[in-house]
């Protein structure tokens, strides 16, 4: 198993500039979630999603799309990129709905936006 | 609402030395999970533990160890001997049955064991 595979592992994007993360998993978990972790701040929710077709907003979806087409596929999308989007983003999955199910993670994107 | 509380910021200890990471959570659930996760240099997530509400039984593997008290709201990680690989941002995490989505993270403390 590849596990969580998130790509690409670095971008730089202008402010307006759109781009997809993307986010796939192969153990077939049901949930799937996208962080952002900032200096200080922690791993912050963005979205998730608990299901092919099921998505719904983190703490900070602002300014974030996602879908959820496939079990395995959870991209993150960014209309408009703006320099306060500037971040390491995570995607994870786990097995359950319940939260006290082990969370794994991707490699993380690291993006600059300027 | 719930909370992590990571009050210590950076660490700095001397390789083979002992190190405590304080952990400092707040739930109004009676059902809840308590994480470690360990992020080295590279930037990855890396699990370390899960433990549930109703465990409080300490954990020992291998270096580490865990001591929950739910008297104190605690869950505190231990490295006994202490080394360079050891180096990381270490993340202490709770979720609560009160939402299946959403687990909190602390902001983490950083650990460097200086050769």
């Known amino acids: 198993n590849a596990g969580v595979t998130q790509t690409p592992k670095f971008q730089v994007l202008k402010t307006g500039q759109s781009m997809t993360l993307q986010c796939a998993q192969d153990m077939n978990h049901e949930y799937m979630s996208w962080y952002r972790q900032d200096p200080g701040m922690g791993l912050r929710l963005i979205h998730y999603s608990v299901g092919a077709g099921i998505t719904d907003q983190g703490e900070v979806p602002n300014g974030y799309n996602v879908s959820r087409s496939t079990t395995e596929d959870f991209p993150l999308r960014l209309l408009s990129a703006a320099p306060s989007q500037t971040s390491v983003y995570f995607c994870?999955?786990?097995?359950?709905?319940?939260?006290?199910?082990?969370?794994?993670f991707g490699p993380g994107t690291r993006l600059l936006v300027l | 609402a719930q909370k992590v509380t990571q009050a210590q910021t950076e660490i700095s200890v001397v390789e083979k030395e002992d190190v405590t990471l304080d952990c400092v959570y707040e739930t109004r659930d009676t059902t809840y999970y308590l994480f470690w996760y360990k992020q080295p240099p590279s930037g990855e997530l890396v699990f370390l533990i899960r433990r549930n509400s109703f465990d409080e039984q300490n954990e020992i593997s291998g270096r580490y160890s865990w001591n929950f008290q739910k008297s104190t709201s605690s869950f505190n990680f231990t490295i006994t001997a202490s080394q360079v690989v050891d180096s990381a941002v270490y993340f202490c995490?709770?979720?609560?049955?009160?939402?299946?989505?959403?687990?909190?993270f602390g902001t983490g403390t950083k650990l460097q064991v200086i050769p």
């Open positions: 994870a999955s786990r097995t359950g709905l319940a939260g006290a199910e082990t969370q794994y």
């Open positions: 995490a709770l979720w609560n049955s009160g939402g299946y989505q959403k687990v909190t």
